[in-house]
């Protein structure tokens, strides 16, 4: 009986020290004078997607259920997976796969890297990728034939699955850039969740 209550300890301070981590890389001066090398720092926080496989109820289906349960999508699923790549003149550094965080993976994804680079002009690529994808499956159903109230739950269905694609981070994610890094420079590379971009910034040369 005291397991789920452990469990959601753990994950709150599992997250609560990420959170933490992540913050005080992004407060992090970007640039480490006490390297030769130069560092590619990949450092964000963002919600993963929920990837769902949906069905769409025929009308008949939908009266058969009780009113507050008629929703014309039927739909399980889980939460998207990504593909973390950061590549330097056209060679791969690293290759991850991410995932939210908590038990149900519904949590956001801490991403928390550091890479070795020669000091330099580089181009540096980092891409994020759903490795996940959606499926809605069409009913034999007419919509011609849904009543109005139907109809307008359907709207909703849609609104509300948007709202929550809005939130979260987007299926691919690509931050392509030329830099100049000098000895000890940090590239800093995090996620703008205003914009839904990857930025990346530098030290002074």
């Known amino acids: ?81 990504y593909l973390l790549q950061l590549s330097v003149d056209g060679s791969v550094v690293r290759s991850d796969t991410v995932r939210g965080g908590g038990f149900r993976h519904d949590r956001p994804m801490h991403v928390l890297t550091e890479s070795r680079v020669l000091p330099g002009r580089r181009r540096v690529i980092a891409t994020l990728g759903r490795l996940d994808s959606a499926v809605v499956t069409p009913s034999a159903g007419s919509d011609a034939t849904s009543p109005p109230a139907a109809n307008d739950r359907e709207a909703r269905e849609h609104d509300e699955q948007l709202r929550r694609t809005e939130e979260s981070i987007p299926p691919r994610l690509t931050l392509d850039t030329i830099v100049t890094l000098g000895r000890g420079d940090v590239l800093l590379i995090t996620y703008n969740g205003v914009r839904r971009a990857l930025e990346g910034r530098t030290g002074s040369p």
């Not at 407060?27 to 006490?34: E, F, K």
């Not at 289906?61 to 014309?72: C, G, V």
């Open 1 to 81: 009986m005291k397991l789920p209550g452990m469990r959601t300890v753990a994950g709150v301070a599992t997250t609560v020290a990420a959170l933490l981590l992540l913050r005080a890389a992004s407060l992090a001066p970007v640039r480490d004078m006490d390297g030769d090398d130069a560092w590619l720092r990949l450092s964000w926080s963002a919600r993963p997607e929920r990837v769902e496989q949906c069905r769409r109820r025929t009308d008949a289906e939908l009266a058969a259920l009780p009113e507050h349960m008629r929703l014309r999508l039927e739909c399980t699923g889980t939460f998207a997976r």
